[in-house]
């Protein structure tokens, strides 16, 4: 009789990652439990707990693969654009994308930035760095090539056009139906505008 081959930890630890990527998806953020990923991974409790210590945790790991697809995505956008300051306008548009066809990812990175959030995985913590690297090498080409202002701080520029793409995304989610029926402006007006706005003010 043929014993069942022992499952390795990696193993094991994608199988539980792959129930809680399928939980966020199903119920989102808000709604999201360590015990809804017990029961769609159907491994017991006590061995769950040996991977991942709590919410947050698990939660941090998921974050770095949406960090992780959310990187690729500024990447392919910008590998498309000629110049820097149009790198930085497609990555406005590549955000606005992204949060249309990854919703819960992107309620999820949200939902990591908040100050209470525990947040130690170093995983996420590099997956972060590295988009943020990725942002602020594209502005210093940029201001090396003459194309953005010399006086701006690279990682200034990166946060404040971070956290500025992040607002302007979740108004137009939230008011798209108010912009379209009273105003009479799309999503996509919305976006180009404002894409349109920071990179005028940037440009050298």
Known sequence: MKTRKRETPELRKNQIIAAADLVLLDVGIERFTVDQVIEKAGIAKGTVYNYYKSKDEMLAELGGKALRSLHETFTTATNQAPKHVD??????????????????????????????????????INISYAITDYVVNIVREGQEAGEIKKDIDPHMLTYIAWATNVGVV?????????????????????????????????RA
């Open 87 to 124: 790198k930085i306008k497609a990555i406005c548009y590549a955000h606005y994308d992204y949060t249309n066809k990854y919703p819960a990812y992107s309620e999820l990175i949200s939902y990591m930035e908040r100050p209470e959030f525990d947040l130690h995985i170093q995983g996420y």
């Open 170 to 202: 979740q108004f137009v989610e939230s008011k798209k139906n108010m912009l379209k029926n009273h105003h009479e402006i799309s999503t996509k007006q919305m976006v180009e505008t404002f894409a349109d706005m920071i990179t005028e003010g940037i």
